[in-house]
């Protein structure tokens, strides 16, 4: 009660003394705001996980894989059968998994996605699975050859929500028995009595069976993945290893429905059951086309190759057991045949199969590789949203090997179903309306191993950067990338946005302007300020792409690797486009011309810095030779355009104005417009022009 009072008398004083300041500070508050000098940080933060890395050598300052650098591989064989009657799955597994880290792992964690449809699993609010089902029910989890008790309460305290797993073999409180927990949720974790030494591999074994869901009331991706029981499109379906990296050893993100991969790359060998009469299509090469196809299927596919034209396997009249497949062998649940598909260095795989699917085929030809089939499967009624998907397809396979790398599978496939706008290795479930932008993804996850749970604009956004791209090619035009960056105001500053660097899976509403919008914007403003523009970004972001291909970047390897490639100091430029919501703002606030030489203050009222980059229209006169600068740098665009470049330096002394002079060789300035290329973040455009609304620059 003493202690109390004292509390309560101090807290009386500490209020008093408040009032009193207020009362002094008041008429200073009412007084115009002082903008203090801006401070600029002019390096990218380094979290403890990636200092770690770079001690470990798996990372470091040139942002490609380390010395040290290792991954853990993940081969998967697959027995799955699918029971139409039940719209059920059952399946076994046999795992091998590679510790290539220098850690023995005392646990191993699990994906179970389909833990989503459960009632008691969390999941997004933009993500509503299509019914409710038992989710994945795991019945038997086997670790080198010793039986995982699926039932036993965990012992002690749990571990973090996120990373874990490291430490040494024989560490104190290891179980007498393995035993998992979290068998109802998206991510489950077997606690192991023997530790899987570094370097070794272990063989799991599982059994399991899964309900797909449908009906007409999911919403988002992967949420219904099945009509009726006549087609299912089943994707995330089996149980996965989980990612375990140099960074944060598991990586144990619950799967909420928006967010999607970062999976370890590996070898998978699958068995499909399916009834006779049924197509099944999917990740990886068919490897037993003579005890599922017809001769004269198998016939036509010898074709494929040959030409762009579009070629008909299995046509809308050749339906049924011994018609679109072969006969197949009786069972208790009639006849049935299996279809086995194989894929080697990939991180997923996804399929389908109907009891009608149309399969039709097209080329691709692939630079330096030559050509590849592109299949389509789809249900007669759905014809005409695949009338040119083939073609679609080919393109964005073409022009994305040509401007990133080569396509490195043997074959992609354009599956039908619920979910038409997903990716998969070798296959995207989408129709002809998202084919460019779902084929993209073979590029990012599916080649380059972005972690989507985390930092999903290394994926969704430089997808949708890309798209622009490929949808200006097909159309035989130039891209077009002005006004991107500068439209990044608008948004700037919305307290519902999160950063670049917040966890994508946190991101709530924000998630899609975080995720997808953001990048192009950002990508928009670095082709405006590096020398040879965005034909140099895109030649770094191919470089990039080659150099982490079937390996796992991180942010950090990103950027590191950018600056390195583009020669640029662009520490500030990541920093404030990534882990911040800022803008430049900028503004020219006067013009002046004594003699020869022009000046104009430009003013940057946000907390991001740019380049000065002014556009100067010059009356008629003789020619103005450019100067090479550095500061400032000019070039004529036209016999009376200049452009003048300053660089980003000149905001590091913290002051908000600058006043940049030019030689115009005596020429009048007609006009002077700040950032001609529309490619800054800036919240008023207008004033970026003098004479005020002069011109609006060379914008979209």
Partial sequence: MKLRSVFVLGLVGFLAIQSASVLTQTPTATAARQVPPRGIRRDVPLTNQIKRAMAAGTRDFTGRPGPDYWQTKTDYTINVKLSPETDTLWGTETIALANNGPDDMREVVFRLDHNIFRANAPHNPASMPAETTDGMVVTRLVVNGEDVDLKAAPAGGGRGARGGGRGAAGAPGAPA????????????????????????????????????????????????????????????????????????????????????????FGRFD???????????????????????????????????????????????????????TQAGAPSAEGNRLVWRHVADNVNDFAWATAKNFIWTATRATIPGKGPVPVYMVYQPERAALYTNAGAIGRHALEFYSKLWAPYPFPQLTIQDGPDSGMEYPMVINSNQGAADHETGH????????????WY?????????????????????????LNGLGQSYGNM?????????????NDAGTGYGYQTYSKAPLMLSMLGGIVPGGDAAVQHAQSEYTKAWAFKHPSPWDYMFFMSNQLK???????????????????????????????????????????PVILEFKLAKGAAIKPAAGPSPRTEMKDA????????VDVWFNGSRTFTATVDTGGRKVESVMFDPGCRFPDHDPSNNAWPKGARAGNCR
Wanted: hydrophobic share 35%; net charge negative; no cysteine.
């Fill in 568 to 610: 640029q100091d662009l520490g500030w430029f990541w920093y404030y486009w990534l882990w911040t919501t800022d803008a430049v703002d900028g503004s020219i606030d006067s013009v002046t011309t004594a003699g020869s030489r022009t000046s104009v203050t430009v003013k940057q009222d946000g907390q991001m810095p740019s």
């Fill in 640 to 647: 009376d355009t200049m452009v003048a470049t300053w660089p």
């Fill in 177 to 264: 028995k393995s035993y998992a927990t979290g068998l109802d949720q998206t991510v489950a974790r077997v606690t192991l009595a023997k530790p899987i030494p570094s370097k070794a591999t272990a063989t799991l074994e599982i059994s399991w069976h899964t309900k797909l869901p449908g009906g007409p009331n999911g919403r988002g991706h992967r949420m219904t993945q099945r009509y009726d029981d006549t087609l299912f499109q089943p994707t995330q379906w089996y149980p996965r290893i989980a990612k375990y990296d140099d960074l944060r050893g598991w990586d144990t993100t619950p799967y909420m429905g928006p967010s999607e991969f970062y999976n370890n």
């Fill in 492 to 504: 700037s500053g919305t307290e519902t946005e999160a950063p670049m660097m917040w966890i994508a």
């Fill in 442 to 453: 073979q590029w990012w996850p599916m080649t380059v191993g972005n972690n989507e749970t």
């Fill in 270 to 324: 699958v068995s499909m059951n399916v009834p006779a009469g049924w197509i099944v299509s999917g990740t990886g090469v068919l490897q037993n086309p003579q005890d599922v196809l017809t001769p004269k299927a198998r016939e036509r596919l010898t074709h494929v190759l040959e030409s762009d034209a579009v070629t008909t396997i299995v046509g809308p009249d050749e339906v049924g057991s011994g018609v679109s």
């Fill in 456 to 480: 999903g604009w290394m994926d969704e956004g430089f997808n949708q950067y890309m798209n622009v791209l490929s949808n200006a090619d097909a159309r035989g035009a130039a891209p077009n």
